[in-house]
C-alpha cells in the first residue's frame, strides 16, 4: 500500500484508497493513520474531489474528480512570466536597441521618463536582461559583451581564516627591493597528487635567484620540518646570516614552520590565508 511521504502531495493510488475507505465507512482519522498523513490533508481532499449524484441529493468523493482538481489547481501555481503582456514595451526595446544603440538599462527607464509607458506595462532592467538570456527577445547575449565580461558568481568571504603566524603585511618593505641578501620563499611541489606521493620543498632565494630543492617523503607538517631541521644542521653557524627571513603561503604542511623563529633568528612570514 502506497505511504504519504512528508511534503509530497497525494497520488492517485492513495485518492483512490480514501475513496474505497470512505465507502467502507472509515472515517477521516482512520484513513489519515493508513496513509500516515495528516488527517487535515484527507479533510481537504475529501472536500475538493466530492461531487454531487443523483439529481444533486448526494455527495460522494471521487478519486478521479479530486486528481482532476488537483491537476487544475496546480496549473495556476508558481510565479507567471509577463512577457506577453509587455510585447508592446518588448518591441519598444527591440527597436531602440538595434536602431539608436541604447543599453537595456536606458530603454527600461527612459520610457517612463517621457511618459510612454506605466509602471506596469514595463519590466525592470534586470528581467530584460533574464530575457535576453532565456532567448525570449531578438537580442541575443552576444549583442551585449559587458555582460559576458561579468561574473555573476556570489564571492564568499571567508570569516575563519586560518592564521598560522605572522603575517607578509608585517615583513619589512625593504625585502621587495632585493637588495639584501637572506630573504627566502619556501614552497612545495606535488607529483601525482595522491596521499603517498613524494613532494619537493622547494626556497628560492629573492636577490640572487638561488634555488634549492629538498625531496621529503610526504607533505605534511613533521616532513617538512625534519628537512628543515636537516637544512639548519647543514649550514651550522651560518644559519642565521643565510636564511633572515622565509615567506611562505597559508597551507597546512607549513603550520610548524613559525618555531623556527624559537630555535633561531630567523623570522617567519606567511602569505595572505586563500
Known amino acids: 500500500m502506497p505511504k504519504h511521504s512528508k511534503g509530497k502531495h497525494l497520488s492517485f493510488e492513495q485518492r483512490v484508497i480514501i475513496q474505497t475507505r470512505l465507502n467502507d465507512g472509515f472515517s477521516l482519522r482512520a484513513i489519515a493513520r493508513e496513509l500516515d498523513c495528516s488527517p487535515s490533508t484527507i479533510s481537504y481532499e475529501v472536500k475538493r474531489g466530492t461531487v454531487l449524484l443523483y439529481h444533486d441529493k448526494k455527495k460522494r468523493y471521487k478519486a478521479e474528480h479530486g486528481d482532476k482538481v488537483y491537476h487544475s489547481h496546480r496549473q495556476n501555481c508558481g510565479r507567471k512570466s509577463d512577457f506577453l503582456k509587455k510585447s508592446d514595451f518588448i518591441k519598444y526595446v527591440n527597436k531602440h536597441f538595434y536602431e539608436d544603440g541604447w543599453s537595456l538599462d536606458v530603454c527600461a527607464h527612459r520610457c517612463r521618463a517621457i511618459g510612454l509607458f506605466t509602471r506596469k506595462q514595463v519590466v525592470c532592467t534586470r528581467t530584460l536582461y533574464n530575457y535576453v538570456g532565456q532567448?525570449?527577445?531578438?537580442?541575443r547575449n552576444s549583442d551585449l559583451p559587458e555582460k559576458l565580461k561579468r561574473n555573476t558568481k556570489a564571492h564568499h568571504v571567508?570569516?575563519?581564516?586560518?592564521?598560522?603566524?605572522?603575517?607578509?603585511?608585517?615583513?619589512?618593505?625593504?625585502?621587495?627591493?632585493?637588495?639584501?641578501?637572506?630573504?627566502?620563499?619556501?614552497?612545495?611541489?606535488?607529483g601525482h597528487k595522491t596521499k603517498n606521493d613524494q613532494a619537493l620543498l622547494t626556497l628560492s632565494e629573492r636577490m640572487s635567484r638561488e634555488f634549492l630543492i629538498l625531496r621529503i617523503p610526504?607533505?605534511?607538517?613533521?616532513?617538512?620540518?625534519?628537512?628543515?631541521?636537516?637544512l639548519r644542521k647543514q649550514y651550522s653557524e651560518h644559519w642565521n646570516e643565510i636564511f633572515k627571513t622565509i615567506t611562505t603561503d597559508n597551507?597546512?604542511?607549513?603550520?610548524?614552520?613559525?618555531?623556527?623563529?624559537?630555535?633561531s633568528k630567523t623570522l617567519v612570514y606567511y602569505a595572505y590565508p586563500r
Open 135 to 139: 532567448c525570449l527577445m531578438d537580442i
Open 158 to 190: 571567508r570569516k575563519n581564516k586560518k592564521k598560522l603566524g605572522r603575517s607578509i603585511e608585517e615583513r619589512p618593505k625593504e625585502i621587495d627591493d632585493r637588495k639584501e641578501f637572506g630573504h627566502w620563499e619556501c614552497d612545495l611541489v606535488l
Open 218 to 230: 610526504d607533505k605534511n607538517a613533521a616532513s617538512v620540518m625534519t628537512a628543515f631541521r636537516a
Open 251 to 263: 597551507d597546512s604542511e607549513f603550520a610548524d614552520l613559525s618555531n623556527l623563529e624559537e630555535a
